[in-house]
C-alpha cells in the first residue's frame, strides 16, 4: 500500500489525472460528491476542472470512466462554466463512450448529453451526435440515433431543430447494421410525433418496405398533440406551469395557449430543397401557348405541369408564366387545357406559397368567372387551383375581387364561389376574418340564401355556417338581424357539421372571445350577459387584448380579434375586462335613494340639505365629505349619494363655498366608488352648468376627469360636450373644450369618437365668441398629436382665416410626440396589460383615414388606359400616367380597387425612359396617400418593384424610389415589408446602388419598429456580403444597419448565420458584430411606441415623430433626420419654423402691418446642410429641362425655413405680378441684408432659374436686374460661389442668352460678364461650351462670342477641359447652317489666334477644306499680327483674396478655394511662345508698389513670404491635373475639396505662425476623421513640403527673433508634430510621401532635434521627445523603399557636406539601423533594385577606401550590416536585384555581394541547388566581362561629365569597326533618357563626320549644351515628382505626362524622338541624385543666371518645353538679363529703405 499514500495526498483535480487508474478512480469519487456539495453555481472550484470533465468521459479505464461520467454529470448539472466544455465534452461521450460494452456507461453519456442540451447547449450537441452518425463504428451510430431520439421526446421539436436530422434520416435507412436501420425507425416515428405528415416528402424515396413498415408505426402514433416534458434552464417558468397543469390533472384552459406554442408546426415544406424551373422551360414555350393547334398547347402545359410537381419552386419572376397560363383559363376553347392550366396554377401556388401572392389578384377573378364550366373535372382542376392560390394571399387581399363575382348572373358561378368563401373561412381566424371583412361577404351571401336556384342557397347557408362557426355569434349575429328563424336554424346547423383547419382550437379561441368586439355604437353591453361575458374573459390571460382597428391585409398580433373599420369611434370599445363592470345601472326612484343614502349618511347631514341657511348646508356639505371619504367602495350606493346632491337647491346652489364642496364630493364619489354612468348622467348637466364659473370651475373640471375615470373619456366626452354646445353659454363652452384638451392629453386618444368631435369643433369654430374659438382651435391641436395632419381635411372648406389659425396651431405642434397617457390606465392594466395600450393608440390613425369618404375609380381603369400605359411609344406611355395621374387628383381619396393598373405600374417601373420610371414613382407615391393603409395588399407586387429602382444609376430616379417607399411604408407599416423573402432577394442582386439604399432605409426604419418578422433572418446573410462589398458606401451602410438588425434579431443568431461564411470573412465579421453589440439600441420603449406606427398596423403620418425618437438611439441620426423632416407635412423643424415666422404673428392684419423684419433668416449651416442633402441625393438635383412640381414644391419646403413667409407667399404665387413685387423687395433688401442673402443664395439663386422659365418679360427684366445688383454685391463681399450655386444657376442663364430681345442678351451677357468676378472663368467655360450645343443658333452664337472674350480676357488658361479640345468644339461651329454662329465661331477663333498665333491651327486639328478657307480669309482679314497676349491682371483678385482669406471668415471658404485652384492651373499652363516680354504675373512682384511702401510695418513682410512660398511647390503640384485628365470617373468631391486642401496647405508653410497653427489644425481634423482623410490622399507630397519648410523657417528666422513670443514657437511646433503623428498614423497615406520629400523631412526632423536652442525652451525637452515619437512613426510607416532611399541619400549628403555634424550622420545612421531591423518583416515590400541602386551610387560616392578615412568607423559598419541583412534575407537571389545599375561587373557593390554569398557557403558548407546557379552565374558574368571590358569603358566615359563627347566618338568608331557588336546590354539597363541621348549623339557624329551639314536646331541642345544637359551618371532616380508610390515609374510615364502638358500649352506632339527627353528637363545636372523639391527650388536662380549664356541657342519651343518641368517659366533671354539686374537694384532699394 506503500505507493497509494504517495497519491492519497494529492488534491482532488491532480489525483484525476493521475497515471494510476485507483488513483483517477478515487478522485473521480471525490470530485463527485464535491461538485454535489457547492452550493454557489459561480464558485472558482469550477473553474478548476474545466479542462479535465473532457478526460472524466474518456478514461482509458472502464471502472474509473464509470464513475467519471458520474462526476461529470454532476459538473454539467451545477457549473455555470460547463457550458464551455459542449463541444469537447460531447464528442468525447460520442466516441469514447457510446462504443462502450456496459449499458451504464452507455446511459450515463446521454445523460451527459441532454444535460448539455438542458444548460442551453443544444445546437452543439446535437452537431456532435450528427457528426457521430458518421462514424464507422455502428454501436456509436445507434447510441446517436438514440440520444436524438430522446431528446426530441423530452425537449420536443422547439429545441432540437429537425431539419438536419431528417436529412440523415434516408442514409440511416440504408444502412446494412439492422440495429442502426430499427433505430432510424424509432427515431422517424418519434419525428413523426412532433411533426405528423411534413415527415413524408423527405422519406418519399426511402425503401418501399420500410415505409410500409413505418407507415404502421405512424397509424399507431395517439393523436394528442406531444408536448414537452423536460425544460432547458431559461424555460424554468414554463416547467413550473406545465407541472402545476399536471397537478390539476389535465390541461387547464388557460395552459392551451402555451402548450400550442410549444409544439412549433414544422412545414413539411420547410425541410425541402427549393427547384429552379423558369430556366428549365422549353424554349418555344411562349409560341407554343399560343399555336392554333391545341395539341401545341397543351404540349406546352404538360411540360409547365412537369415542372410544377416540384413541392419546392426557387422564387422568380413568374409573372409572364402566369399571364400565359391565366390566358389559357379564361380564353382556351378546349375545356380539356383550362383544366390542365388550372391544375399548372395550382403546382406554382402550392411550390411557391407566399411568393405567388403577388399574381393572385391577376388570377383568381379568372378562376371564379370560369366556374361557369360544368364539367366535373374542369370545375375540381378549378377548385384546386383558387384554394393553393388563396393559402398564398389572404382574403383581405382578394375581397374585392370574389365580391364582384358574388353578383354574376350565372347560377354554377355563384354557387362556386360560395362554396370557395366557405373553404376559404375553414382557413381562417377570428383575428383575420374582421368585421370588416365580414360585413361586404355577409351582404352578398345573404343574396344567395335567397336565390331562386337550391344550390346557390345551399352553398350560401354553408358559407354562412362556417363565418358563424369561425368568428363567433358575436360577430356575425349584428348582420343577421334581418334572417327569418328558419333560415337561421339552417345557418347554425350547418355551423355545427364544419370542421375547421385549426381543429377545434379556433372554435374555443373565438368562443372565448366572443365577449369582445362590441358592434355598432352601442353604449352599453346588453345587461348581465355582458357582464358575465366579460368577467369570463377576464380570467383567460391569453386572448385578452384589445381590438385592433381593421388591419387590411395580413393578420394582426395573434389573438387579437379585430373589428369592424367603421366602429372605431364606438364608445365602450375601448374597454378591458374589468371596466365594463358596472356599465350599466338601472336608474332609481327618488325614494329608494333616499333610504340608501340615510343608510350611510348622518341623519342631521340629510336634514340640512335643503336648509335656508348656507352655512348649515355648508356643515352638511362637510359631514357629508367625511362620510364619502370613510366609505369602503362595495358599501357606497354612487347613485343615492349623487341624486341627494343633485336634490334642491342642487346645482341651482347660490352660495360658492357649498357649491365647491359639493363639486369636490362628487369628484370623490366618482373616485372612490363604483361609478356608473347612470350617476354620472345624474350630475354631467350640473358640472357642465358650472364648468364656465370663475370661482367653481376647477373643482367642476376635477369632477368631470374623475367621472371620466370611472366611465371611460369617450363617454363622459361625448356626454359633456354635446351638454355644453346644447346650452347657450360660450364660458361654459370654450371651458369645456379645454378641459377636453387637457383629458386627451391625461387619458390617451382611444376609443374617442372622431367624426363626433369634429361637427362639435366645427359648431365651436363658427361660434361669435372668440374665447371658443381659440378653445376649438387648441383643442385640434391636441387631437393633431394623435391623429396626425389627416384631421385638416376635414376642415378644408374652412374660411381662409380661420384655416391659417389651425394651421398655425398644427404648426406648433409639428415636431411634438404625444404625451403618455397618465390617467385610465390604472385599471386597463387588469385586463390586458400593455400590449392592449399600444394596440388603442394605433387605431387612431385608422379611425380617422377610414372617416373619409372614398370614391372607386375602378371604373375609370379601363382596358384602353392600361394598354396606353403599356404602349411602345413613350409619349403614349406618358399619356397614360398623366391620365392616371388627373383620374387619383380628382378623387383625392380612393378605395383600393384599382383593377389592372398595378400590373400596369409595374412594367413602368423599369422603363427604358428614366423620366417616365420617375413620373410612375410620383404616381405611386400619390397613390399611396390616397389609398390610405389599404396599399398594403400592394406592397409586394407593387411596393418591391420600388424597392428595385433604387438600384437605378441616376441620382434622381433613386431619390423618387426612396421617396416612394417611404411614403408607402408610412401608409403600411413595415411588417409587409419585411415578410416573405422579397426583400432579401432584393438585397442580394450585387448592386451597389440598390444595396446602399435599400440599408440605407432599413437602418432608418428599423431602430423604430418593436418587433419584426421572422423573415428578416434570410436579410442576413445578404447583410453580411454587403459588409465585404468592394464598394465603400456599401460596406459603410451595411456597418450602420448591423446594429438595429440586431436590435431585433439578437447577438446570438446574427452570430449563427455567419457559419456559412468563409473562415476569414467569418472572423471579419465577428469582429464587426460584437463592435455593433456594443452600439446596439434597446427596443424602442412603449410610449414611444405608442406613438409610432405598429408593426403592420396603418402608419399615418402623425407617427412621425416617434420615429425620430427611435432614430436617436440609432448611430445614424444625422442620415435619417432629413428624411423625417420631409416626411412631416411641413417638413421642418418647430423651431426653425416658428423662428421664420416671427413676422406672422397676427395674420389676420392688414398686409402692410406684417412685413417689417428680416426677408431672409440666417439658419446656421443652412446652406451647407442642403448641399449635404443634395449631395446625399436626399433631396433632387437642381437639374431639369422645364421646371416640374416637384422641383418648386421642394425649393418651396427648403426656403420655408429662411424666407419670411410673407415674401414667400409672393415668389411661389400663381400671378407673375406678385413674382415682380417679391424682386422689388429683394432688391430693396439687398444693401441691407447682405449675410441673409449670402445664407440663402443657393435658394435664391435656384428660384430666379424658375423666373428664366416665365413668358413674362417684365419679370424676366426684373430678374436680370436683381442679379447684377446682387453680383456687384457678391463682387464687393469677396464672395465665391460654390460649385453647387454655380452648377443650379449657369446652365439657366445660359439659355437665356439665345434670347430674342436684344436688351435681355444684352444684360445676360453683362451678368455673364460680371460672374467671372465670383467665379473662375475656367470653370464658366464649360457651361458656356454646353450652351453652344443648343438649337437655338441665337444662343449657340452668344455663347461662342462669350468664349472668345473670356479667351481674350483670360488668356488660353480658361479652356477647359484642354485648349485642343476646346478649340476643336469650337471650330465645328464654323460649318454651321446659320450665317451669325458662323460668323461668331470665326470670330471666336481669330481672338484665340490672336493670342496664341499659328499654335491655333494644330490645336483645331483636321478641318474641312471649305472651313479651312474660310478660317484663313477671316485671319487674313482681321490683318492682326499675333501681338503679346494680353493675359489681363484677371488674376488680381485672387491674389488679393489669398492674402485676405487667413484672416475670412470660414463661411467664404469658397473664393479661395476656387482661386487658388484657378492660380494651379495657371502655373502649370505654363507661358506661351509668344509672351516674349512678360512673365506671368505669379511670379511679378509689383516693384513699384513696394518701393512706394516705406512703411515699416513688421507684419507686412508675411504676405511676402508667403507669396514665395506658394511657388514652392509647384513640384508637388505638377501632377495634380493630370491626374484628373488621366481618370474620367475622378469624384467631383475631389475637384473641389483639392482646391481646399491645397489652400490650407499652402497656409501651413506661411511666415505668420497664427496662419500655420490655423492650417495645420484643419488639416489635422481632417487627418482625424476615417471618411474624411482620404480626401487627403494625393496631397501629402505637397502637405510634407510645406511643414518643413515651417520647420526651416522657424529654424532659421522665428528661433533667431528676439521679439517672438518663444511659446508661440513651442505650440507651432506641437502643432506641426501633431499633424504628423496623424498622418504617419494613417498607413495607405504615409505610403504616398515620396523619397525626395522623405528625405527632406527626415533631415529637418533630424536638425530639430539637434537644435540647441530648443532644449533651452520650457517645454523644449517634451518637443524633442515628440520629435523621436515621430520619427519612428515615419520609420515604420511610410513606403519601405522610399524610407530607405531617403536614408542612404541623407547619410550620403551629410557626409559629404563638411558643415554637417558627426551628431547628423550618426542619427541618420542609427535609423538605418532601425530599418534595418525591421527588414525582416518589411523585406517582401521593398523594391530592392531601387536599394540596391542606391548602395550603389553610395559606395561610387565613397569607394572603401574613403569610408575607413572617416573619423568614425559607423559609415562602414552600417553599410556592412545593410548589405549583409539583405544577403542573409534573400540569398543567392539578391544578384537578381541590380537590374538598375548600369555597369554592374564594374560595381563595388556587385563584387561585395559576391564575397558575402561565398562567405555565406562556405559557412553552410553544402551549396544548395539555388546557390550553385548563383555561383555559375556569376563566373559567367566574369567570363563576359573580359570580352565587354572595352564596351564598358566607353559607356564609362560617355556617363562621366567631362569625356561624354570622347566617350560618343569612341563609341561610334567601335561601331563602325565591329559592326556586329552588341551594345543592347548596356543600353538596356540605363534610363529612356540616357538611351536615346547616346542614339542621337551617335547620330550627330554621323551627320558631322559625313558634312550633313549644321545640327538640326529641332533637336532643342545647343551645341554649348551637350555636355551640361546630360544627368550625373544614367543613374538618375526618377525624380521624385509624380512618383508617390515608391514604384519605378517608366520613362513612358512622363512622355506621356509631357505630351498632356505640351497640348495644354499649346505644342504639337507631332515627333517625340527629335525632342530632348524628358528626364533632361525634370533633373538638372547639377542636382543630387534624388531631386527633391527644395534642391528645385535652389536650381531656379541659378537657371536664371545660366538662361544668359544657355539659352541663347534655343528656339521658343524648347523654352516652352522647359517651363513644363519646374512649374518655372523662363523668360527669354533678352529680357532676362535685363530682368535680373533690375530686379536686384530694386530689391536692394527696398531692403535698404527698410532697414
Not at 418593436?1010 to 460596406?1035: A, I, K, Q, W
Amino acid at each position: 500500500m506503500g505507493d497509494d499514500s504517495e497519491w492519497m495526498k494529492l488534491p482532488i483535480d491532480q489525483k484525476c489525472e493521475h497515471k494510476l487508474w485507483k488513483a483517477r478512480l478515487n478522485g473521480y469519487e471525490e470530485a463527485l460528491k464535491l461538485f454535489q456539495k457547492i452550493d454557489d453555481e459561480k464558485s472558482p472550484e469550477w473553474s478548476k476542472y474545466l479542462g479535465l470533465i473532457k478526460k472524466f468521459v474518456t478514461d482509458s479505464n472502464a471502472v474509473a470512466q464509470l464513475k467519471g461520467l458520474e462526476a461529470a454529470l454532476a459538473y454539467v448539472e451545477n457549473a455555470h462554466v460547463a457550458g464551455k466544455t459542449t463541444g469537447e465534452v460531447a464528442s468525447g461521450v460520442v466516441n469514447k463512450v457510446f462504443n462502450q460494452p456496459k449499458a451504464r456507461a452507455k446511459e450515463l453519456g446521454e445523460d451527459i448529453c441532454l444535460m448539455y442540451i438542458e444548460i442551453e447547449k443544444g445546437e452543439a450537441v446535437q452537431e456532435e451526435l450528427l457528426k457521430g452518425l458518421d462514424n464507422k463504428n455502428p454501436k456509436i451510430i445507434v447510441a446517436c440515433i438514440e440520444t436524438l431520439r430522446k431528446a426530441l421526446s423530452e425537449f420536443g421539436s422547439k429545441i432540437i431543430s429537425l431539419k438536419p436530422i431528417i436529412k440523415v434520416l434516408p442514409k440511416l435507412f440504408e444502412s446494412r447494421e439492422k440495429a442502426v436501420r430499427d433505430e432510424a425507425k424509432l427515431l422517424a416515428v418519434e419525428i413523426y410525433r412532433w411533426i405528423r405528415d411534413a415527415l413524408r416528402p423527405p422519406l418519399q424515396n426511402i425503401n418501399s418496405v420500410q415505409l410500409k413498415e413505418l407507415e404502421e408505426e405512424w397509424i399507431k402514433v395517439s393523436s394528442a398533440a406531444p408536448k414537452q416534458t423536460r425544460f432547458l434552464r431559461s424555460q424554468q417558468e414554463l416547467k413550473a406551469k406545465f407541472e402545476q397543469q399536471q397537478g390539476l390533472g389535465g390541461d387547464a384552459d388557460g395552459g392551451d395557449d402555451d402548450e400550442e406554442e410549444a409544439v412549433p408546426q414544422v412545414d413539411a415544406y420547410e425541410l425541402l430543397e427549393a427547384v429552379e424551373i423558369l430556366s428549365k422551360l422549353p424554349k418555344d414555350f411562349y409560341e407554343k401557348i399560343e399555336a392554333k393547334k391545341w395539341q401545341e398547347r397543351k404540349e406546352a402545359l404538360e411540360a409547365v405541369e412537369l415542372l410544377v410537381k416540384n413541392p419546392k419552386l426557387e422564387s422568380g419572376d413568374y409573372a409572364d408564366l402566369v399571364k400565359a397560363l391565366k390566358k389559357v383559363v379564361g380564353k382556351d376553347t378546349n375545356v380539356m387545357l383550362v383544366a390542365l392550366a388550372a391544375k399548372c396554377l395550382a403546382g406554382l401556388a402550392t411550390g411557391l406559397r407566399k411568393k405567388f401572392g403577388q399574381y393572385a389578384g391577376h388570377v383568381v377573378p379568372t378562376i371564379l368567372e370560369k366556374f361557369k364550366e360544368k364539367k366535373p373535372q374542369v370545375v375540381q382542376a378549378l377548385q384546386e387551383a383558387i384554394d393553393a392560390i388563396f393559402l398564398t394571399t389572404t382574403l383581405q387581399n382578394i375581397s374585392e375581387d370574389i365580391l364582384a363575382v358574388m353578383d354574376n348572373k350565372n347560377p354554377t358561378i355563384k354557387q362556386q364561389t360560395s362554396l370557395f368563401i366557405a373553404r376559404s373561412f375553414r382557413h381562417c381566424t377570428p383575428s383575420t376574418l374582421p368585421k370588416s371583412l365580414l360585413k361586404p361577404f355577409c351582404a352578398a351571401l345573404l343574396k344567395h340564401i335567397n336565390d331562386s336556384a337550391p344550390e346557390v342557397r345551399d352553398a350560401g347557408f354553408e358559407a354562412l355556417g362556417t363565418a358563424l362557426k369561425v368568428a363567433g355569434e358575436k360577430a356575425v349575429n349584428p348582420f343577421l338581424a334581418d334572417v327569418d328563424k328558419l333560415k337561421l336554424d339552417r345557418i347554425k346547423e350547418c355551423a355545427e357539421k364544419v370542421e375547421l383547419v385549426y381543429g377545434k382550437k379556433a372554435g374555443g379561441a373565438a368562443e372565448k372571445k366572443e365577449g369582445k368586439p362590441i358592434t355598432g355604437k352601442t353604449t352599453a353591453l346588453p345587461g348581465p350577459a355582458g357582464d358575465k361575458e366579460t368577467k369570463d374573459a377576464a380570467t383567460k390571460p391569453g386572448p385578452l387584448k384589445k381590438a385592433t382597428a381593421a388591419k387590411p391585409g395580413g393578420p394582426p398580433k395573434k389573438g387579437k380579434p379585430a373589428t369592424a373599420a367603421g366602429t372605431a369611434g364606438a364608445g365602450p370599445k375601448g374597454k378591458k375586462g374589468p371596466e365594463t363592470k358596472e356599465i350599466f345601472e338601472s336608474e332609481l326612484s327618488i325614494e329608494v335613494c333616499e333610504e340608501k343614502a340615510a343608510a350611510v349618511l348622518p341623519a342631521s347631514c340629510i336634514q340640512q340639505l335643503d336648509s335656508g341657511n348656507w352655512k348649515e348646508r355648508l356643515a352638511c356639505m362637510e359631514e357629508f365629505q367625511k362620510a364619502v371619504e370613510l366609505m369602503e367602495r362595495s358599501e357606497m350606493p354612487c347613485q343615492a349619494l349623487v341624486r341627494m346632491l343633485a336634490k334642491k337647491p342642487g346645482w341651482k346652489e347660490t352660495n360658492f363655498q357649498v357649491m365647491q364642496m359639493k363639486l369636490h364630493i362628487v369628484a370623490l364619489i366618482a373616485q372612490k366608488g363604483n361609478f356608473s354612468k347612470t350617476s354620472a348622467q345624474v350630475v354631467l348637466d350640473g358640472l357642465v352648468d358650472k364648468v364656465g364659473d370663475v370661482k367653481c370651475g376647477t373643482n367642476a373640471k376635477e369632477a368631470m376627469t374623475a367621472i371620466a375615470e370611472a366611465c371611460q373619456l369617450p363617454w363622459t366626452a361625448e356626454q359633456v360636450v354635446a351638454t355644453a354646445f346644447s346650452q347657450k353659454n360660450p364660458k361654459n363652452q370654450s371651458e369645456t373644450l379645454n378641459w377636453l384638451s387637457n383629458a386627451i392629453k391625461e387619458f390617451g386618444f382611444s376609443g374617442l369618437n372622431v367624426k363626433a368631435f369634429i361637427s362639435n369643433v366645427k359648431t365651436a369654430l363658427a361660434a361669435t365668441n372668440p374665447a371658443v374659438r381659440t378653445s376649438a382651435i387648441t383643442l385640434l391641436g391636441v387631437m393633431y398629436l394623435y391623429v396626425g395632419p389627416s384631421l385638416r381635411m376635414f376642415f378644408e372648406d374652412e374660411k381662409p382665416a380661420l384655416l391659417s389659425q389651425i394651421d398655425a396651431e398644427f404648426e406648433k405642434m409639428q415636431g411634438q410626440t404625444a404625451p403618455a397617457p397618465t390617467r385610465g390606465i390604472s385599471r386597463h392594466s387588469v385586463g390586458g396589460g400593455d400590449d392592449g395600450e399600444e394596440e388603442e393608440q394605433e387605431e387612431v390613425g385608422n379611425d380617422v383615414v377610414d372617416l373619409l369618404p372614398r370614391t372607386d375609380i375602378g371604373d375609370k381603369i379601363t382596358a384602353e388606359l392600361v394598354s396606353k400605359i403599356g404602349d411602345k411609344n413613350w409619349k403614349i406611355r406618358k399619356e397614360g400616367l398623366d391620365e392616371v395621374t388627373s383620374i387619383i387628383n380628382e378623387a383625392k381619396f380612393i378605395q383600393p380597387n384599382i383593377g389592372e393598373l398595378p400590373a400596369a405600374l409595374k412594367g413602368r417601373l423599369n422603363d427604358s425612359n428614366k423620366i417616365l420610371v420617375q413620373q410612375t414613382l410620383s404616381i405611386l407615391q400619390q397613390l399611396a396617400t390616397a389609398m390610405g393603409p389599404n396599399i398594403k395588399q400592394y406592397v409586394k407586387n407593387l411596393g418591391i418593384p420600388v424597392i428595385t429602382v433604387l438600384g437605378d444609376s441616376k441620382n434622381n430616379v433613386r431619390a423618387a424610389a426612396l421617396a416612394t417607399v417611404n411614403a408607402w411604408a408610412e401608409q403600411t407599416g413595415m411588417k409587409e415589408w419585411l415578410e416573405g423573402e422579397d426583400l432579401s432577394e432584393e438585397l442580394k442582386k450585387e448592386n451597389p446602388f440598390l444595396r446602399q439604399e435599400l440599408l440605407g432605409w432599413l437602418a432608418e426604419k428599423l431602430p423604430a419598429l418593436r418587433s419584426v418578422p421572422s423573415d428578416l433572418l434570410l436579410c442576413v446573410p445578404h447583410l453580411y456580403s454587403c459588409l465585404e462589398d468592394r464598394n465603400g458606401d456599401v460596406r459603410k451602410k451595411a456597418q450602420d444597419a448591423l446594429p438595429f438588425f440586431m436590435m431585433h434579431l439578437g447577438f446570438e443568431k446574427m452570430a449563427k448565420a455567419t457559419g456559412k461564411l468563409k473562415p476569414t470573412s467569418k472572423d471579419q465579421v465577428l469582429a464587426m458584430l460584437e463592435k455593433a453589440k456594443a452600439n446596439m439600441p434597446a427596443k424602442p420603449a412603449l410610449p414611444a411606441k405608442a406613438s409610432s406606427k405598429g408593426v403592420g398596423g396603418a402608419a399615418p403620418a402623425k407617427f412621425q415623430p416617434a420615429s425620430a425618437f427611435a432614430d436617436d438611439l440609432g448611430s445614424n441620426t444625422m442620415e435619417s433626420k432629413p428624411d423625417l423632416k420631409k416626411a412631416k407635412a411641413g417638413g421642418l423643424s418647430s423651431k426653425t419654423k416658428v423662428q421664420g415666422k416671427k413676422v406672422l404673428s397676427k395674420p389676420s392684419l392688414k398686409e402692410d402691418d406684417d412685413k417689417s423684419g428680416p426677408i431672409f433668416i440666417i439658419v446656421p449651416n443652412g446652406k451647407e446642410q442642403r448641399m449635404r442633402e443634395e449631395k446625399a441625393l436626399k433631396v433632387l438635383k437642381w437639374n431639369f429641362t422645364t421646371p416640374r412640381d416637384e422641383y418648386i414644391e421642394q425649393l418651396k419646403t427648403q426656403m420655408s425655413t429662411c424666407v419670411a413667409k410673407w415674401l414667400q407667399d409672393e415668389m411661389f404665387h400663381a400671378d407673375f405680378q406678385h413674382h415682380n413685387k417679391a424682386l422689388s423687395v429683394m432688391i430693396e433688401h439687398l444693401e441691407s441684408e447682405k449675410d441673409g442673402v449670402i445664407s440663402c443664395l443657393d435658394l435664391i439663386l435656384k428660384w430666379l432659374t424658375l423666373r428664366f422659365f416665365d413668358t413674362n418679360t417684365s419679370v424676366l427684366m426684373k430678374t436680370l436686374e436683381y442679379l447684377k445688383l446682387l453680383f456687384n454685391l457678391l463682387n464687393q463681399e469677396d464672395y465665391h460661389l460654390t460649385e453647387n450655386e454655380a452648377s443650379s444657376f449657369i446652365p439657366y442663364l445660359i439659355l437665356k442668352v439665345g434670347e430674342p430681345k436684344d436688351v435681355i442678351r444684352k444684360d445676360v451677357r453683362a451678368i455673364l460678364n460680371r460672374m467671372c468676378h465670383i467665379y473662375p472663368a475656367s470653370k464658366m467655360f464649360p457651361f458656356i461650351m454646353e450652351g453652344t450645343k443648343s438649337k437655338n443658333s441665337k444662343q449657340r452664337a452668344e455663347c461662342l462670342e462669350e468664349l472668345g472674350c473670356l479667351v481674350e480676357l483670360y488668356g488660353m488658361n480658361v479652356c477647359q477641359p484642354t485648349p485642343g479640345k476646346a478649340l476643336k468644339e469650337m471650330a465645328t461651329h464654323i460649318g454651321d447652317r446659320d450665317n451669325t454662329v458662323r460668323n461668331a465661331a470665326l470670330n471666336t477663333i481669330v481672338t484665340v489666334y490672336n493670342v496664341h498665333g499659328d499654335q491655333v491651327f494644330k490645336l483645331i486639328g483636321n478641318l474641312s477644306e471649305k472651313d479651312m478657307s474660310m478660317l484663313e480669309e477671316r485671319i487674313k482679314r482681321s490683318a492682326k499680327r499675333p501681338s503679346s497676349a494680353p493675359v489681363r491682371q484677371a488674376e488680381e483678385k485672387p491674389q488679393r483674396t489669398q492674402n485676405m482669406s487667413a484672416n475670412a471668415s470660414m463661411m467664404r471658404k469658397g473664393q479661395a478655394e476656387d482661386m487658388s485652384s484657378k492660380l494651379n492651373q495657371n502655373r502649370n499652363m505654363g507661358s506661351h511662345p509668344e509672351t516674349t516680354h512678360t512673365v506671368p504675373r505669379e511670379f511679378q512682384l509689383d516693384l513699384d508698389e513696394i518701393e512706394n511702401d516705406n512703411g515699416t510695418v513688421r507684419c507686412e513682410m508675411p504676405a511676402l513670404v508667403q507669396h514665395k512660398l506658394d511657388d514652392i511647390f509647384e513640384p508637388v503640384l505638377i501632377p495634380e491635373p493630370k491626374i484628373r485628365a488621366v481618370s474620367p470617373h475622378f469624384d467631383d468631391m475631389h475637384s473641389n475639396t483639392a482646391s481646399t486642401i491645397n489652400f490650407v496647405i499652402s497656409q501651413v508653410a506661411s511666415g505668420d505662425i497664427n496662419t500655420s497653427i490655423q492650417a495645420l489644425t484643419q488639416i489635422d481634423e481632417v487627418l482625424k476623421q476615417e471618411d474624411k482623410a482620404e480626401a487627403m490622399s494625393g496631397h501629402i507630397d505637397q502637405f510634407l513640403i510645406a511643414t518643413f519648410m515651417q520647420l526651416r523657417l522657424i529654424y532659421n528666422t522665428h528661433m533667431a527673433d528676439e521679439k517672438l513670443d518663444k511659446d508661440e514657437i513651442v505650440r507651432l511646433y506641437s502643432c506641426i508634430i501633431g499633424s504628423m503623428i496623424t498622418l504617419f498614423q494613417i498607413e495607405s497615406l504615409a505610403r504616398e510621401a515620396s523619397t525626395g520629400v522623405l528625405k527632406d523631412l527626415m533631415h529637418g526632423l533630424i536638425t530639430l532635434m539637434l537644435d540647441s536652442r530648443v532644449e533651452d525652451l520650457e517645454e523644449g525637452e517634451q518637443v524633442i521627445r515628440s520629435v523621436n515619437l515621430l520619427v519612428v512613426k515615419v520609420l515604420e510607416k511610410s513606403d519601405q523603399t522610399n524610407i530607405l532611399s531617403a536614408l542612404l541619400v541623407l547619410l550620403q549628403d551629410s557626409l559629404l557636406a563638411t558643415a554637417s555634424s558627426p551628431k547628423f550622420s550618426e542619427l541618420v545612421m542609427k535609423c538605418l539601423w532601425r530599418m534595418v531591423r525591421l527588414l525582416p518583416e518589411t523585406i517582401n515590400s521593398i523594391n530592392l533594385d531601387r536599394i540596391l541602386l542606391d548602395i550603389h551610387i553610395f559606395m561610387k560616392v565613397f569607394p572603401k577606401e574613403k569610408l575607413k578615412q572617416c573619423k568614425s568607423e559607423f559609415p562602414i559598419r552600417t553599410l556592412k550590416t545593410l548589405l549583409h541583412t539583405l544577403c542573409k534575407l534573400k540569398g543567392p537571389k539578391i544578384l537578381d536585384h541590380l537590374t538598375m545599375i548600369d555597369n554592374k561587373n564594374e560595381s563595388e557593390l556587385e563584387a561585395h555581394l559576391c564575397r558575402l554569398m561565398k562567405h555565406a557557403m562556405e559557412q553552410t558548407g553544402k551549396a544548395d541547388k539555388d546557390t550553385e546557379k548563383g555561383a555559375s552565374r556569376i563566373e559567367e558574368k566574369a567570363s563576359k566581362a573580359k570580352v565587354n571590358d572595352i564596351l564598358a569603358e566607353i559607356f564609362k566615359k560617355i556617363g562621366s561629365k567631362e569625356n561624354t563627347k570622347e566617350g560618343l566618338a569612341e563609341l561610334y568608331e567601335y561601331k563602325k569597326k565591329y559592326s556586329d557588336a552588341d551594345i543592347e546590354p548596356f543600353l538596356k539597363n540605363s534610363s529612356q533618357f540616357f538611351q536615346s541621348y547616346v542614339e542621337r549623339g551617335l547620330r550627330l557624329i554621323e551627320t558631322e563626320r559625313e558634312g550633313k551639314g549644321r545640327i538640326a536646331t529641332s533637336t532643342g541642345i545647343s551645341p554649348q549644351m551637350e555636355g551640361t544637359c546630360v544627368p550625373a551618371s544614367t543613374h538618375t532616380v526618377s525624380s521624385s515628382i509624380g512618383n508617390t508610390n515608391g514604384e519605378e515609374v517608366g520613362p513612358s510615364v512622363y512622355l506621356e505626362r509631357l505630351k498632356i502638358l505640351r497640348q495644354r500649352c499649346g505644342l504639337d506632339n507631332a515627333k517625340q524622338e527629335d525632342r530632348p527627353p524628358l528626364t533632361s528637363l525634370l533633373s538638372k545636372p547639377t542636382l543630387p541624385t534624388v531631386a527633391s523639391s527644395t534642391d528645385m527650388l535652389h536650381s531656379k536662380l541659378s537657371q536664371l543666371r545660366e538662361s544668359r549664356e544657355q539659352y541663347q541657342h534655343l528656339d521658343l519651343d524648347s523654352n516652352q518645353t522647359h517651363s513644363s518641368g519646374i512649374g518655372t517659366t523662363l523668360a527669354s533671354p533678352s529680357s532676362a538679363a535685363a530682368n535680373i539686374d533690375d530686379l536686384k537694384k530694386r530689391l536692394e532699394r527696398i531692403k535698404s529703405s527698410r532697414k
